[in-house]
């Protein structure tokens, strides 16, 4: 309040000559010109955005193709997987089989081995009782024995016989044995070589699994920067309808001014001097179910809203990023929006990230001015695009939509057109009474 009335004052004081920055009064000729300027800044934004549009759809395009690339490769990895996979199952049988093989040659092995010490048990046992007692059959004594030379000749075959007998079967033993252990010597050389190719194949299967689990990732962030690039061109496309609307409505206020003007030279020629239009402004009332409206100041601004400033304009060290604007915070939960100074609404819209939104061009001593007025509560914009409005006149309630963490209205003034460098911000505090 303190603030306005000293706005005033000084507004007073230097007449009409200045507006807060200390600038001079345009002619009419200079205020047409700049806003054809304005016009101009415009139209060049609009061919710059058109060609950044067209480079994100490249961008998306040439995403989706790699985004294919890699999908044929992880298939093929799949495929490869797969077949590692089986043969890993197959070898893994094969080393079972081998194994049971084993154990049961090595019983064979045992059996044999047995059986060979039994009977050489035996032939020792026979051996020994021949020396020490001569035996139940004394082979000399069986050959002494012998009654004729023919019986000799017969009890010399069958000692021989006997002999025989129990060599070769000593030798079969033997030779069994040695089969049965050149066979396992065999076998557990093929044993180590199905080893050997089941950890080669596993090996192989870590290294595709791997390999497929980096295609994964790579495939994740193909896609996250392809939805990136989709919300990019959500924005260029946001800006661009803004830019468009926003022409429009410069056209409208050149418009205007023009008319205003010839008004002026025409009360001029009649020399009355009536300054009639001074604005009246609607202030409160109107607003359906507000419940707190500011005060219309009688500056060519005016505070937007109630509730006190909760983060002002400029870099934060909280978020470490640049605020472009001023946030006001709550007094009830349907504080009224009233558009800052006289204009021309040339958006009014739901945005991703300004939520329910309306920008509005207004025209100060010649000099263009865009407000920003973001997050109002969803179905509450009272203005349309194209809709003139009076400073003081209600626009809307102070909401959360959009990118905002609670009530607030996020304001933006710019000196100039509004465009998404937002290269014409500047600080409301000062201009805005009451900021
Ligand atoms: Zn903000």
Redesign the pocket.
Known sequence: MKKSVITMAVAATVGLGTVFGGAPVKTAAESISSLKGEQNKIQEKRSTIESELNQANDKISNLQDQQSDVKNEMQRLDLAISDTTVKIKDKTAKVEETKAQIVKLQEEIRVIKERIEKRNVLLKDRARNYQETGGVVNYLDVLMGASSFSDFIDRANAVATIMQADQDILKQHEADKKELVDKQVKVETDLASIEKMLADLETMNQKLNSQKAEKDRLLATLVDQEQEEHDHVMDIQEQESVLASQEIAIQKAIKLEQERQAAAAAAAKASKNTSSSKSSSSGSGSGSSVGATPQVSSSSFTRPTVGPVT?GYGYRTFDSSF?N?I?FGKVTNSDAIVAAADGIVFRSYLSSSYGECIMITSMINGQIYTTVYAHMVSGSRLVHEGDTVKKGQPIGTKGATGEAAGIHL?FELHKGEWNSGKTNKINPAGIIPGV
Do not use: L, Y
């Open positions: 983060s605020h604007g946030d996020h």
